[in-house]
């Protein structure tokens, strides 16, 4: 339906097929050459593409669209059936995700969202074609359950850094997936399955507490060390409508992973850890709504690693004479010097080659560096990075000691990345 008025306002109903993102954009494009405001067109074309391919792929339902054009600027609505507000994380241009909540800060003049009957509705404004940048967020409302019927999950000993790398690590690996997998299904299953596993994303994002990552690294060792990285006990109130959509989760990840391991995906390595973050969750979920008592969280033990080693030249960390250590980007050590196997308790070093470096880490930071890693090789978000830091490391006799840390990472073959630790005893 399709409904016009003398002041400007244009509303139409669009179906949950990537075809409405084009269609957007060409009823914006008209709308703004009706006004003949051309300095809007260019960015209003790029924004709405984003906030409706947003709708699309995390709600799935039928997209509403309204546009008001006049002389001094137009203001788009778009209405999706997801109640989820839309929420800014941290990442860069080259993330697989989070573009339009970046397009929205940057290029508008003012923007919100809002809960409506049956969903959410994002809108967006713009007077002049260059605005400086808003960086404003949405209002936090409270979002009503979509049904009576709620069931209760209390997931105990949540590690809250994990989730948050976790969750921003699966949804650029599922929007990958998604953009693979229109190829080799319909339309409407590949978007309703992605919509479906999204809801699942936003329901623990909603009630799991996120951590402050924006900090100076001896405030983010202080606040990365256990029981601070993590949260006794937190309730995740899921719809009854919305339980079958973690099970949708947990199958999109395992068909995405599968593609991520044959190397048909481009998404950052997923860590082990994460892997079994997801398993936990979706089954504490299924099992508490069926009646089972909570499993808390535990960290495993270093998981082995799955991947090919880098292509990479070892040789200057293996003989160096200072104390030195590399990891490819699934952190995996690669290379170690005689002088660092020494400041460790090693005598060789096929003790350690080929292990992960959470090897060396004490269990207590051990999410904390796997959080870490995984938004660095997302984001590019790298704390440590060109810092001497004082951090534990664990010997080969289980003991603790303290080392100075200095973290360089260098570009390999094929776009992976290697990192280079140089160690020393603390100098005070």
């Excluded at 967006?124 to 409270?142: C, D, I, K, M, T």
């Excluded at 339309?187 to 936003?202: V, Y």
Aim: aromatic fraction near 4%.
């Amino acid at each position: 339906m399709t409904v016009r008025d003398p002041a400007g306002l244009f509303r139409t109903r669009l179906p949950p097929l990537p075809a409405s993102v084009g269609e957007a954009r060409r009823i914006v494009r008209d709308r703004i050459a009706g006004i003949d405001r051309a300095d809007l067109l260019e960015a209003a074309e790029l924004v709405v593409s984003e906030v409706v391919t947003n709708a699309l792929v995390h709600a799935g339902t039928d997209i509403d669209l309204a546009v008001r054009a006049d002389h001094s600027g137009v203001r788009v609505e778009v209405g999706d059936g997801s109640p989820h507000l839309p929420t800014a994380r941290r990442y860069t241009a080259m993330a697989g995700t989070g573009r339009g909540m970046m397009l929205l800060t940057q290029m508008v003049d003012d923007w919100g969202a809002e809960p409506v009957d049956g969903g959410k509705m994002v809108w967006f404004y713009l007077s002049h074609g260059s605005p400086e940048p808003s960086h404003r967020e949405p209002p936090v409302r409270a979002v009503e359950a979509r049904s009576a019927q709620t069931a209760r999950i209390r997931l105990l000993n949540v590690p809250v850094l994990l989730h948050e790398a976790w969750h921003q690590h699966i949804e650029a690996l599922l929007r990958e997936y998604l953009l693979v997998s229109l190829e080799d299904r319909p339309e409407p299953e590949a978007i309703q399955m992605h919509a479906e596993a999204s809801d699942a994303l936003s329901l623990l994002a909603e009630h799991i507490p996120r951590p402050a990552m924006d900090k100076a690294p001896e405030q983010a060792m202080s606040d990365a060390e256990e029981p601070n990285a993590s949260s006794p006990a937190v309730e995740v109130f899921v719809p009854e409508e919305s339980l079958g959509h973690f099970e949708t989760l947990s199958r999109a990840i395992d068909e995405a992973l599968s593609m991520a391991d044959r190397g048909q995906l481009l998404t950052p390595p997923t860590q082990p850890e994460l892997r079994l973050f997801r398993r936990w969750v979706c089954t504490e979920v299924k099992g508490q709504s069926e009646g089972a008592e909570p499993v808390p969280w535990a960290l495993p033990a270093p998981p082995p690693v799955p991947w090919d080693t880098v292509d990479w030249d070892t040789g200057d960390v293996a003989t160096d004479l200072e104390a030195a250590i590399a990891v490819d980007d699934t952190n995996q050590i690669i290379a170690v010097s005689a002088t660092a196997l020494e400041l460790l308790g090693y005598d060789d070093d096929e003790e350690l080659l080929g292990q992960r470096i959470v090897t060396i880490i004490p269990p207590r930071f051990r999410q904390a560096h796997v959080a870490g890693f995984t938004l660095h090789l997302l984001t590019g978000r790298g704390p440590l990075i060109g810092h001497t830091v004082v951090v534990p490391a664990i010997r080969r006799d289980g003991t603790e000691t303290l080392i100075e840390l200095s973290l360089t990472a260098h570009r390999a073959a094929h776009g992976r990345t290697v990192y280079v630790a140089e160690l020393r005893e603390p100098s005070s």
